[in-house]
């Protein structure tokens, strides 16, 4: 069979870059984490005649998953709806331990065919688009054993779906702080935990009171002396169990073929309900949630000076406690909650503001990430530097003013992948529509000068708050506007029309 009269179009662009700069693809995906895996599958799926390949920088698939390897590491969103819809999670387990989410992410890989497209120790460093070739060079760096970048090469493609996530794999946050050098004893990052780390016996300081805090104190409290969490402020806790009675029911009774899609929807039902009663009923939600800790706590504990935060409940993100272990460890004496802001470093530990100190051996600095957009790649568009703090987010999938790219982007308010897999979705239809149409770039276009930009993420998070700068924007109607709602971006998304008077094709 001949091929449609405009595959030319693919085709004679496809050989200019090969001729200029050797291999090309119409869809490259950058990062081998769980988007990028979801991406692989809806370009297989939707456009089963593209060349396509997955750079990931790292050895192994996983993205997040590989990254943090700290005692204890694992979701904080249940895993039926952070799961694939097109390979539901295979456990009974509501909450993943970082392991089994890497095993679960490679094993879909597998089964789906795209592992063998995926290319470990690629680290993309520039990205530059071309109109007139109406395609992107992308200049590649391999990485040696030791993770250092040996001599880039270019190669070229299409479309781009840059899978990277917002924050930087190379370090963490870290605060300064006064006499750091005095301190005799071990800081460990949770972002890079040592093999060798040995807690046992030990006195062990976790400062933060985030989603890693609260899962290595408890964890960490098996084998130490003493856990303190050293939190500057508090954060909202919410208990929940790694297993239930309703999901282990629904696995056993529901037919296989429909199981997946009943429970990711029975999940999302009771994350988007949570979310929107603390949204518009903060005072019933703050009550609800301290209850839950005056059931778990022991009988004195002060509530309102560790887990009282002064925001609202979803200004930052809920802190999922599983089977409340954290509470457990405190009812045993192993953990206690210290809540004051750190004056300096001494030789034994940390002295506090009120004068206060705490002894320790080891100092865990579980203080947060830095944010990187597109993996801190450069990004070029006909010569220019795109600034992305600049640019509007198209359905939260696309950026404004740069063509045939997309920016995969999940939810902060639900699970990751159920706003990365609509994205993942809507983009590998573009690139479908593209292909039966003749058209050889897209390009999102923002015609209304009155959509005013605001944050991307809607959070008050620090580690958002410290990267204003280097996020995108979002506008305050659709479809600038980044929902954080499964039910309208499934509308959007999935239902919606690929064309549209936003989206520039040529």
Same mark, same amino acid.
């Given at each position: 069979m001949s091929a449609p009269a405009h595959h030319s179009v693919r085709t004679a662009a496809s050989e200019s870059a090969v001729a200029h700069h050797g291999e090309h693809l119409d869809v490259l995906i950058i990062g081998a984490g769980v988007s990028g895996i979801d991406a692989a599958h809806h370009v297989r799926t939707?456009?089963?005649?593209?060349?396509?390949?997955?750079?990931?920088?790292?050895?192994?698939?996983?993205?997040? %998953?590989?990254?943090?390897? @700290?005692?204890?590491?694992?979701?904080?969103?249940?895993? #039926?709806?952070?799961? #694939?819809?097109?390979?539901? %999670?295979?456990?009974?387990?509501? +909450?993943?331990?970082?392991?089994?989410?890497?095993? @679960? +992410?490679?094993?879909?890989?597998?089964?789906?065919?795209?592992f063998d497209n995926i290319r470990f120790g690629h680290r993309v460093v520039r990205t530059a688009w071309d109109s007139d070739d109406a395609c992107w060079t992308v200049t590649v760096a391999k990485l040696d054993a030791d993770g250092q970048p040996g001599e880039p090469f270019e190669i070229t493609a299409n479309f781009i779906i840059s899978c990277t996530g917002y924050y930087r794999y190379e370090q963490g946050y870290l605060p300064k702080w006064d006499g750091v050098e005095d301190f005799e004893g071990q800081m460990i990052h949770p972002q890079h935990w040592p093999k060798d780390a040995d807690v046992t016996g030990k006195r062990v300081v976790v400062i933060g009171s985030g989603a890693t805090a609260v899962t290595l104190v408890p964890e960490l409290a098996r084998t130490a002396e003493k856990v303190t969490m050293l939190q500057r402020s508090p954060s909202y806790m919410l208990s929940s169990p790694t297993v239930n009675l309703p999901t282990k029911l629904g696995i056993?009774?529901?037919?296989?073929?429909?199981?997946?899609?009943?429970?990711?929807l029975a999940y999302v039902g009771v994350t988007l309900g949570t979310y929107q009663i603390s949204r518009n009923l903060p005072g019933f939600m703050k009550r609800a949630l301290r209850t839950q800790l005056a059931w778990q706590l022991p009988r004195g504990f002060e509530i309102d000076r560790h887990f009282k935060p002064d925001y609202e409940p979803w200004d930052q993100r809920l802190c999922v406690v599983a089977d409340g272990d954290l509470f457990g460890a405190i009812r045993r004496g192993r953990a206690e909650v210290v809540t004051e802001h750190i004056d300096r470093f001494i030789p034994s530990g940390i002295?506090?503001?009120?004068?206060?100190?705490?002894?320790?051996?080891?100092?865990?600095?579980?203080?947060? &990430?830095?944010?990187?957009?597109? $993996?801190?790649?450069?990004?070029? =568009?006909?010569?220019?530097?795109?600034?992305?703090?600049?640019?509007?987010?198209?359905?939260?999938?696309? &950026?404004?003013? =740069?063509?045939?790219?997309?920016?995969? +982007?999940? @939810?902060?308010?639900?699970? %990751?992948?159920?706003?990365?897999?609509?994205?993942?979705? #809507?983009?590998?239809?573009?690139?479908?529509?593209?292909?039966?149409?003749?058209?050889?770039?897209?390009?999102?276009?923002?015609?209304?000068?009155?959509?005013?930009?605001?944050?991307? &993420?809607?959070?008050?998070?620090? @580690?958002?708050?410290?990267?204003?700068?280097? &996020?995108?924007?979002? $506008?305050?109607?659709?479809?600038?506007?980044?929902?954080?709602?499964y039910f309208k971006d499934h509308r959007a998304l999935k239902r919606g029309s690929v064309t549209d008077r936003h989206l520039l094709y040529t």
């Open positions: 939707a456009c089963p005649w593209a060349r396509f390949a997955v750079l990931e920088g790292r050895e192994r698939i996983g993205g997040t %998953w590989d990254l943090f390897r @700290y005692p204890g590491v694992r979701s904080d969103s249940d895993m #039926f709806t952070y799961s #694939f819809p097109w390979y539901p %999670w295979p456990s009974s387990r509501t +909450i993943g331990q970082g392991e089994q989410i890497r095993a @679960y +992410i490679e094993d879909a890989a597998r089964r789906d065919g795209t056993r009774l529901l037919p296989k073929k429909v199981r997946g899609d009943v429970l990711r002295q506090l503001r009120s004068g206060e100190t705490i002894d320790a051996d080891i100092v865990v600095t579980a203080t947060g &990430l830095e944010i990187q957009v597109g $993996g801190g790649n450069e990004m070029i =568009v006909d010569g220019d530097k795109v600034d992305v703090s600049q640019r509007l987010t198209y359905k939260g999938s696309m &950026l404004q003013g =740069v063509p045939n790219m997309a920016m995969i +982007i999940g @939810y902060t308010n639900a699970s %990751w992948t159920l706003k990365a897999d609509l994205s993942c979705g #809507f983009v590998a239809r573009v690139i479908a529509h593209m292909e039966r149409s003749g058209l050889r770039s897209v390009t999102p276009v923002d015609d209304d000068a009155e959509v005013a930009a605001e944050n991307l &993420l809607g959070l008050k998070s620090g @580690y958002i708050a410290r990267a204003d700068d280097r &996020l995108p924007r979002q $506008g305050v109607r659709h479809p600038w506007r980044n929902e954080q709602s």
